[in-house]
T-cell receptor, first 113, second 112 residues
Framework: TQLLEQSPQFLSIQEGENLTVYCNSS?????LQWYRQEPGEGPVLLVT?????EVKKLKRLTFQFGDARKDSSLHITAAQPGDTGLYLC?????????????FGAGTQVVVTP | DSGVTQTPKHLITATGQRVTLRCSPR?????VYWYQQSLDQGLQFLIQ???????AKGNILERFSAQQFPDLHSELNLSSLELGDSALYFC???????????FGSGTQLSVL
């Protein structure tokens, strides 16, 4: 069982559409991070959310941290083919040692022209 | 370029063998993480070192071991390899004062 559950597992949309990816847990996290991974490469950090209820925007990407710090979402507006990739959420539980970062299984996003 | 260097990029070996994967963290980063990524398991946390000391352990098999050297580079040793050990192995580093992880490009291990 994954500590962080991501949904959906796979998302295929057309250019210009919007999409939302979810990351849920029954545990409280001190912070959550979102990464994007492309084939043959390591994950690249997109954002870190720290405060419950926090909303961060990165161009067309909007990240939200749940009030209880147990869940997060990533919303992409007007998706482009360059947004294609594996989106991963990650975090260290508030009760774990500060270094124990764990990842969700990821959501594979495919944006077609 | 993340600044984290992993070698080799590809490794092909046989069952029962032993291999060593190497990671050089970003300049100044004290903390090194190892992850295993496979299609069915996703990105699994193996182990973390901070300034030469083991700090956190995840789902690391007893056949696997790691260490971090005084110059802060790290090695992951995999022994008695099995077919199921075939995966991408990633190293990541962080400064220790914030929570940003920087990943290398990984080592693709194929056990035949």
């Amino acid at each position: 069982t994954q500590l962080l559950e991501q949904s959906p597992q796979f998302l295929s949309i057309q250019e210009g559409e919007n999409l939302t990816v979810y990351c849920n847990s029954s545990s409280v996290f001190s912070s959550l991070q979102w990464y994007r991974q492309e084939p043959g490469e390591g994950p690249v950090l997109l954002v870190t959310v720290v405060t419950g209820g926090e909303v961060k925007k990165l161009k067309r990407l909007t990240f939200q941290f749940g009030d209880a710090r147990k869940d997060s979402s990533l919303h992409i507006t007007a998706a482009q083919p360059g947004d294609t990739g594996l989106y991963l959420c990650a975090g260290a539980r508030a009760t774990d040692s500060w270094g124990k970062f764990q990842f969700g299984a990821g959501t594979q996003v495919v944006v077609t022209p | 370029d993340s600044g984290v260097t992993q070698t080799p990029k590809h490794l092909i070996t046989a069952t029962g063998q032993r291999v060593t994967l190497r990671c050089s963290p970003r300049s100044g980063d004290l903390s090194v993480y190892w992850y295993q990524q496979s299609l069915d398991q996703g990105l699994q946390f193996l182990i973390q070192y901070y300034n030469g000391e083991e700090r956190a352990k995840g789902n690391i098999l007893e056949r696997f071991s790691a260490q971090q050297f005084p110059d802060l580079h790290s090695e992951l040793n995999l022994s008695s390899l099995e077919l199921g050990d075939s995966a991408l192995y990633f190293c990541a580093s962080r400064t220790g004062t914030d929570e940003k992880l920087f990943f290398g490009s990984g080592t693709q291990l194929s056990v035949l």
